[in-house]
C-alpha cells in the first residue's frame, strides 16, 4: 500500500525515482525478489517518475538482468524517446515512434532470455496511450495534451466518440470538495474530447500490435504454452464523465477500474473471474507463480480459476488511497503558465476510499481531506452521479434491512483499519475489528448487536489537505477491536 512504502506522488517531495532511492526501495522490491527466485528479470520502457538524464546513474536502477529504460522530461514525448541501456548513457531516439522502438527492444530481450538457461521475467511498458508530454516555447508552457499516434493509425477510429453514459457532462448530486464547482463543458471541449478518445484509441494501436508480436515470437520459439502473460495499465481514466476534462486522479471507476487479462498455464480460455483484486495482489502472484514466498506484503495471490476467486473475494474489498492535485490534461487543462483554461489544477483532492463488492452490491465509500463523505450504490448508480454519503439519514438505501447511517459506521471502520494497515491486516481488514474470526464482510458486520461498537469507533477524517503522506494530517490512528482494547495503525509516528 502507498501508505507503507510513503511514495504518494510522482515527484518529489513525496515521490518519484530519488525518493525511491532515498527511501532504500531500489534495494527491496519485486524485480530483487525475483532474481533470489532463481529468475532472470528484463524491463523496457517507463519505470519511475523523475527517473531523468541527470539521476540514471545515482544510483543505477537495481534489479534487472537487462534494462531500457525510457527517462524524463522525456518520457511523454512519443517522437522524442531517450533510454538508457543496461545504465549506459541516454540514446536519443527522436522521429521514432516511442511505442515501435520499445517493441522492438522487447523482442530483443525475450531473444536474449530464451538463450539462458534460467527462467525469465519481462516487463514491457509503453507509455501509450498517456497525454503526450507538450510544450509551448513562446509561452515557456508546459502540459499534457492529446496522445500522439504512429501515422499507421492516423484514419483509424473517425467516428468515435467518448462514452456518453449518465455522468457524461453532468454534475454529481451532492458533489464535495471542488467536484462540485466543475463548470459545464461547452460543445467546443466536447468535441475536442471526443477527438482526445479517438487519439487514446490510435496510440493504443501500437500497443495492439505490438502484444501479437510478441505472443507469436514466444509461439515461434516454442515459449508461449510456458509462459504467463499479464496485461493491465496503470490508472483508468476520465473523459467528460462528471464535467470533467481528461483526467485520472480521481477516485471514480472510471479511473480506478483497469483491465486486468492473464494468459498462460492452466489459465481457462474465454473465462472472466469476478475477483477483486487491485496492483497490489500482483507482487505476491508473480512470486507464487514463481514459487517463491515473501512475509509482510499487503496483498495476495490472485485467483485464475473460480474456485480459488470465491476464495479471494471473502473479505470484498479494495483499498483506495491518493494525496495531491487533480490535474486535467489537454488544452483546457493544467499547463505550467498557468494560462490554460477553464481550470489548471484542484488542490483539496487528497482522499481516501474503499471500492466494497459482493454478489449483493457493489459501494464506493470515500473520506476527503475536506472530511466530506461520498458514498455510492453502483448497483443502482453505477456511474456515480448520486452521492448518498452527504446526508445519509434521509437516504433510502439500505442493505439487509439496515439504514445507511449503520452501513457507514461500519465503511468507516474498515477505513480505519485500511488507512494503516500492514500485511495481514491489509488482506484481511475485518479480522482487526473482530478477532474472534466472525465476521468476514458488510453484511455479517451489519447485525445489529455491533450498532454500539460501531457507533463508538473514531471517525475517520482529516486535520489537513497535504499533497503527501503526513501522519500527523491522517486524523485518527486507532481503532477499537470488538471484545479488546483499541488497536493502533502500525505506522503511528514512523514517518
Known amino acids: 500500500m502507498p501508505h507503507n512504502t510513503n511514495i504518494t506522488d510522482v515527484g518529489l517531495p513525496y515521490g518519484g525515482y530519488p525518493k525511491v532511492v532515498s527511501a532504500g526501495w531500489n534495494d527491496n522490491y519485486l524485480p530483487l525478489w525475483m532474481q533470489d527466485a532463481g529468475y532472470n528479470t528484463y524491463y523496457v520502457g517507463k519505470m519511475w ?28 514525448r512519443y517522437w522524442y524517446a ?5 545504465g549506459a548513457p541516454p540514446v ?56 500522439e499516434f504512429a501515422p499507421r493509425h492516423a484514419d483509424l477510429f473517425k467516428d468515435i466518440k467518448a462514452p456518453r453514459d449518465e455522468s457524461f457532462n453532468t454534475l454529481i448530486e451532492n458533489a464535495v470538495s471542488w467536484v462540485e464547482n466543475v463548470p459545464e463543458l461547452n460543445q467546443t471541449h466536447i468535441d ?92 505476491p502472484t508473480f ?12 496483498g495476495k495471490k490472485i485467483p485464475t480459476t473460480i474456485a480459488a476467486s470465491t476464495a479471494h473475494n471473502r473479505s470484498e474489498h479494495v483499498a483506495i488511497e491518493y494525496w495531491g492535485l487533480a490535474v486535467p490534461e489537454g488544452i483546457y487543462g ?16 487528497t482522499y481516501k476510499a474503499i471500492r466494497l463488492v459482493s454478489d449483493d452490491y457493489s459501494l464506493y465509500y470515500a473520506v476527503w481531506c475536506t472530511n466530506e463523505q461520498e458514498f455510492y450504490d453502483l448497483k443502482g448508480d453505477p456511474h456515480q452521479t448520486k452521492n448518498l454519503g452527504t446526508h445519509p439519514a434521509k437516504q433510502a438505501y439500505k442493505i439487509a434491512n439496515r439504514e445507511l447511517p449503520q452501513i457507514i459506521s461500519r465503511l468507516n471502520a474498515l477505513m480505519l483499519v485500511l488507512k494503516s494497515c500492514k500485511g495481514d ?19 455479517e458486520a451489519l447485525d445489529s448487536g455491533f450498532d454500539e461498537f460501531y457507533a463508538n469507533q473514531p471517525k475517520t477524517s482529516f486535520s489537513s489537505c497535504e499533497n503527501g503522506y503526513i501522519i500527523s494530517a491522517e ?8 471484545g479488546a482494547q483499541s488497536r493502533r495503525g502500525w505506522l503511528d509516528g514512523l514517518w
Open 49 to 76: 517518475n523523475a527517473h531523468t538524464e541527470d539521476n540514471y546513474n545515482d544510483p543505477y536502477v537495481r534489479g534487472f538482468n537487462g534494462s531500457d529504460f525510457l527517462l524524463d522530461p522525456y518520457t511523454y
Open 82 to 86: 531517450r533510454m538508457t541501456r543496461n
Open 92 to 147: 536519443k531516439y527522436d522521429g521514432n515512434y516511442s511505442t515501435d522502438v520499445i517493441a522492438e527492444k522487447a523482442s530483443g530481450f525475450i531473444d536474449e532470455a530464451v538463450k539462458q538457461d534460467r527462467p525469465w521475467m519481462l516487463t514491457v511498458a509503453p507509455n501509450a496511450p498517456h497525454s503526450n508530454g507538450s510544450h509551448d516555447s513562446t509561452r515557456n508552457a508546459n502540459w499534457f495534451g492529446e496522445p
Open 192 to 283: 475536442y474530447i471526443d477527438e482526445f478518445q479517438r487519439c487514446r484509441l490510435r496510440a493504443l494501436q501500437a500497443v495492439d500490435e505490438m502484444i501479437g508480436d510478441l505472443v507469436e515470437k514466444l509461439d515461434k520459439l516454442g515459449e508461449l504454452d510456458n509462459t504467463y502473460i499479464f496485461f493491465s495499465t496503470d490508472n483508468g481514466y476520465h473523459l467528460g464523465q462528471h464535467r470533467m476534462q481528461p483526467g485520472k486522479n480521481c477516485g471514480y471507476d472510471t479511473d480506478i477500474n483497469v483491465p486486468l487479462i492473464v494468459r498462460g498455464p492452466g489459465i481457462g480460455k474465454n473465462v472472466t473471474l469476478d475477483a477483486i483484486t487491485s496492483h497490489t495482489d500482483l507482487a
Open 287 to 298: 512470486l507464487s507463480l514463481a514459487g517463491a514466498t515473501r512475509d509482510g506484503l499487503d
Open 334 to 349: 493544467y499547463a505550467s503558465d498557468k494560462l490554460q483554461q477553464p481550470h489548471n489544477s484542484y488542490e483539496r483532492n
Open 425 to 443: 491486516a491489509c488482506r484481511d481488514p475485518w479480522l482487526q475489528l473482530h478477532p474472534a474470526g466472525k465476521v468476514n464482510s458488510l453484511a
Open 475 to 482: 486524523g485518527p490512528q486507532e481503532f477499537n477491536s470488538y
